[in-house]
């Protein structure tokens, strides 16, 4: 007798269905995110927008100082070599002072030794001694002797004893001088001359080339353009001379002396073209 489909028993599935499968995988998820959670905090996402708005805002700031700090250094940089120029420029200035002041005490001792030696030369000379007549020569007894023929004098006159062939010995010397008459007819034959001509020597010629208030103020620039312009002054002597008044003081700077107003103009060419002021002058002043 066969059974009915209703009387055979069922039998149990026991597989893995879908839900067990999801429930397990969240299941190990969780516990997966709890260790990591316990462990290693700092792998989490932050899901607060508060904490990356402040990571985003911390980013900011130290880009932003790390900005700051590169531009700052740049600012150092630039600031120590304009303080390494400075440095430069400064040493150059003592340099170029130095030799000023060389040049300014070896122009004082030269200006010393010259006014020392015009202080020399303007010593007075002792006054000159009159001429005395020295009536023991026959010249000088004829010119204090009154107009008229000298007189002839017998000098070492000695009594003549006996006959003599010849000069006796011991025989007076016989002087005497020029008659008057000779003496005019001799004046008669010299050469007459006509009335003397002075003609005035010619003013030595300069250039000026400069203008200060002050004396030191043009020795200053006179060693300077000496030094640079040493081929067109170096054979030139400075003087000065006063262009101004009491109110306003004015002392020109004039080389020279040079020998024609020629040289000269092609001199103050030469130096204008070196954007150095020249007018042609004469060489007067005092030296400098």
Not at 20 to 34: E, H, M, R, S
Not at 151 to 179: E, L, M, R
Not at 253 to 267: C, H, T, V
């Amino acid at each position: 007798m066969t059974k009915t489909a209703s009387e055979k028993p069922m039998r149990r599935n026991t597989g893995a269905t879908p839900y067990a499968a999801i429930w397990f995988t969240l299941g190990a998820a969780g516990l997966g995110y709890l260790c990591i959670a316990f462990l290693a905090p700092h792998i989490l996402p932050d899901f607060s927008g508060g904490r990356v708005a402040e990571r985003m805002l911390g980013e900011t700031q130290m880009m932003k100082v790390s900005a700051d700090v590169e531009g700052l250094k740049s600012s150092l940089e630039r600031l120590q070599i304009e303080v390494d120029s400075v440095k430069a420029n400064a040493v150059a200035h003592q340099t170029q002072t130095d030799q000023l002041s060389a040049h300014l005490a070896a122009l004082d001792e030269k200006v010393r030794g010259q006014e020392t030696a015009k202080t020399a030369s303007a010593a007075p000379l002792p006054p000159p001694t009159p001429d005395v007549p020295d009536f023991a020569s026959g010249a000088s007894q004829a010119q204090a002797a009154p107009d008229g023929p000298p007189p002839t004098k017998v000098i070492n006159a000695a009594p003549q004893v006996g006959p003599q062939v010849g000069p006796p010995v011991g025989a007076p010397i016989v002087t005497g001088s020029i008659s008057k008459g000779t003496q005019t007819a001799n004046a008669g034959d010299a050469i007459s001359f006509g009335p003397a001509v002075v003609k005035p020597a010619p003013k030595p010629v300069g250039i000026q080339i400069a203008t200060d208030s002050s004396v030191d103020g043009l020795r200053i620039t006179w060693s300077a353009l000496a030094q640079v312009h040493a081929e067109q002054l170096g054979t030139l002597s400075p003087r000065y001379a006063d262009l101004g008044t009491a109110a306003n003081p004015s002392f020109g700077l004039i080389a020279g002396p040079i020998k024609s107003k020629a040289d000269a103009k092609k001199l103050c060419k030469e130096l204008a073209a070196q954007s150095v002021s020249c007018k042609i002058s004469d060489f007067k002043g005092a030296a400098l």
